[in-house]
């Protein structure tokens, strides 16, 4: 099974328009972390937000909030007011506590595009 | 404070030589992570050191690749013999206990 699943291969948002990225993850892990990074199509990698298991309350980081729904195994990126710039690549991640902690697994991604 | 720094950002080669890809993590981090991104298999990590010890390479694709970390602020990342379906984005990335993986800018591989 996948442990971290992106079903939106494309999506399309006006500027100005808030936009939600679907993400689910698969783990038996009580402790993890979850992930969103940004890749432009100069291809770095640029970290967004993170959320923990434990944590009360959804990560919020400038226009990225992260929507997460623990139940649901779910941890969508919405991002408020589009603006040209959004328009990149985004991975959703999961570090799970088994091997240490420290290794990332990527889902397929998501290709954001903001139109005018 | 300068990011992970990766070199070089691109590598245009013929199949059957020596390939390296050089990594600087950000001062003070004591992980260092290699990824591969390719089109068929996404983002997949190869191996990732601690305190400039091997901790998990079970990512390497194969006996041609190899990892090396002799100092905590220089890794290598060699192929040899290259070949074609090694074309890809390799990516070094740094992290400290607390803090999320930061990414160099990748280097692009061409395999001829």
């Known amino acids: 099974a996948q442990k971290i699943t992106q079903t939106q291969p494309g999506m399309f948002v006006q500027e100005k328009e808030a936009v939600t990225l679907d993400c689910t993850y698969d783990?038996?892990?009580?402790?993890?972390?979850l992930f969103w990074y940004k890749q432009p199509s100069s291809g770095e990698m640029i970290f967004l937000i993170y959320q923990g298991s434990y944590d009360q309350q959804n990560a919020t980081e400038g226009r990225y909030s992260l929507n997460f729904q623990k139940a649901r195994k779910s941890a969508n990126l919405v991002i408020s007011a589009s603006q040209l710039g959004d328009s990149a690549m985004y991975f959703c991640?999961?570090?799970?506590?088994?091997?240490?902690?420290?290794?990332?697994?990527f889902g397929t991604g998501t290709q954001l595009k903001v139109e005018l | 404070d300068a990011g992970v720094i990766q070199s070089p950002r691109h590598e245009v080669t013929e199949m059957g030589q020596e390939v390296t890809l050089r990594c600087k993590p950000i001062?003070?981090?004591?992980?260092l992570f290699w990824y591969r991104q390719t089109m068929m298999r996404g983002l997949e990590l190869l191996i990732y050191?601690?305190?400039?010890?091997?901790?998990?390479d079970s990512g390497m694709p194969e006996d041609r690749f190899s990892a090396k970390m002799p100092n905590a602020s220089f890794s290598t990342l060699k192929i040899q013999p290259s070949e074609p379906r090694d074309s890809a984005v390799y990516f070094c990335?740094?992290?400290?206990?607390?803090?999320?993986?930061?990414f160099g800018d990748g280097t692009r591989l061409s395999i001829l």
């Open positions: 783990t038996s892990d009580p402790s993890y972390g």
């Open positions: 050191f601690n305190n400039n010890v091997p901790i998990d």
């Open positions: 001062s003070g981090h004591d992980y």
């Open positions: 991640a999961m570090r799970e506590l088994t091997g240490g902690g420290n290794k990332l697994t």
């Open positions: 990335a740094s992290k400290d206990d607390s803090q999320p993986q930061h």
